[in-house]
């Protein structure tokens, strides 16, 4: 149990404000995220937890951070498939999900970190790759439900949202009425507590 507590610290659960707050929000037709929050992630990711294929996010920050942190419990998703291309940053992007955290983890341990490859559109390779990018900062897991907006909203790309940073504050309100979570309150619990299960065993 020791090694377990030093590979894995601070473990978080948001689940009871979240479902009470996420009712509110939506019932009182509050139509937009505080502060227009939205993280940085790659397209695919952002396909897989739209899909309900993935309820974890893992991040390490971007070049541009001296750290990861969250900045918001609910976040718009910013998809950056021009990262995982090699290519240009496109004149627009579709916002087309945001998520509200749920539970975090903070991970040392790199066979932790594996052992979530099979709930993650990551290979071992790009888990790697984000474990030992400043391996003196701890790996994030941050579970999350994830919403479907009603239809994707374009957000123009300008300078403001380019580089290596993982939180942009959006220019435009999206609105946030009638999303449609993706997995129900049970799906998504026992999804969770497989993430929990995997990572202390």
Known sequence: MQNAERRIQNEKSFSKFYVLHSAFCIRSGMNKLPNHTALKEWASAIDALGRGDQVILIRKGGIAD???GLESDRFYLFPTNFHQSGGLPPSAVH????????????????DALFRLEPQVVFDR?????????????????????????????????TERYEGCRSWVSLD???AIDGSRPVLSDDQ??????????????
């Open 125 to 157: 390779a790009t888990l790697e790759t984000r474990f030992r990018f400043r391996p003196d900062q701890a790996i994030h897991v941050i579970g999350v439900r994830t919403f479907a907006l009603p239809a994707p909203a374009t957000v123009p790309m």
């Open 66 to 68: 001296p750290k990861f």
């Open 172 to 174: 435009e309100e999206i």
């Open 188 to 201: 998504l619990q026992k999804r969770i507590e497989a993430v929990s299960a995997t990572l202390w065993s």
């Open 95 to 110: 916002i087309s999900h945001w998520c509200e955290v749920i539970r975090t983890w903070e991970i040392r341990d790199l």
